[in-house]
T-cell receptor, first 113, second 113 residues
Framework: DTAVSQTPKYLVTQMGNDKSIKCEQNLGHDTMYWYKQDSKKFLKIMFSYNNKELIINETVPNRFSPKSPDKAHLNLHINSLELGDSAVYFC????????????FGSGTRLTVV | GQSLEQPSEVTAVEGAIVQINCTYQTSGFYGLSWYQQHDGGAPTFLSYNALDGLEETGRFSSFLSRSDSYGYLLLQELQMKDSASYFCAVRDRSNQAGTALIFGKGTTLSVSS
């Protein structure tokens, strides 16, 4: 059983389009995250949800909108995609917001052309 | 704010020992963790130090000195499969209600035969 699964694994789309990435965890964790990893492998926190409540919203363009229908799911919707949005997006979860042991999904490689 | 510094690249041969250093600066310190990421893969949790000293887990050990704001990951009996990127991370409180792991820029370890 995959602990943190995200779909799709690859996403190629044109500028201006809207796309979504889905994430689900079956670990029973309370906290979920979205990270963006750029071409230089820098991992940057975007959002964090704890029991469906948004607790971290870093400096991210408002074209990015997370949604957590329940504590096992955290989706990411991106409007009006730009070239600079090309990156690998990782979903992760942890037992709670103070835990250090994150479990990451396999990532979604987004390419905007 | 927070910042973490680690070397960008380290090279070593099979069977050798390598140490990857990390210095950090945070507004509130809750511990230092290490993650491994193979090319094309997801970051995976390796270790966590909340208190000063050395924590050993098999061939990998992690050290922390809170007074020096410094830690390191020690990899012994290197194997080819240890070729990966290694990230140190601290949990920090941004301007938000919660905390999340803030990652260093990663150290690429190349192990040759």
């Amino acid at each position: 059983d995959t602990a943190v699964s995200q779909t799709p694994k690859y996403l190629v789309t044109q500028m201006g389009n809207d796309k979504s990435i889905k994430c689900e965890q079956n670990l029973g964790h309370d906290t979920m995250y979205w990270y963006k990893q750029d071409s230089k492998k820098f991992l940057k926190i975007m959002f964090s949800y704890n029991n469906k409540e948004l607790i971290i919203n870093e400096t991210v363009p408002n074209r990015f909108s997370p949604k957590s229908p329940d504590k096992a799911h955290l989706n990411l919707h991106i409007n009006s995609l730009e070239l600079g949005d090309s990156a690998v997006y990782f979903c992760a979860s942890s037992q709670d917001s103070s835990n250090y042991g994150y479990t990451f999904g396999s990532g979604t490689r987004l390419t905007v052309v | 704010g927070q910042s973490l510094e680690q070397p960008s690249e380290v090279t070593a041969v099979e069977g050798a020992i390598v140490q990857i250093n990390c210095t950090y600066q945070t507004s509130g310190f809750y511990g230092l963790s290490w993650y491994q990421q193979h090319d094309g893969g997801a970051p995976t949790f390796l270790s966590y130090n909340a208190l000063d000293g050395l924590e050993e887990t098999g061939r990998f050990s992690s050290f922390l000195s809170r007074s020096d704001s410094y830690g390191y990951l020690l990899l012994q009996e290197l194997q080819m499969k240890d070729s990966a990127s290694y990230f140190c991370a601290v949990r920090d409180r941004s301007n938000q209600a919660g905390t999340a792991l803030i990652f260093g820029k990663g150290t690429t370890l190349s192990v040759s035969s």
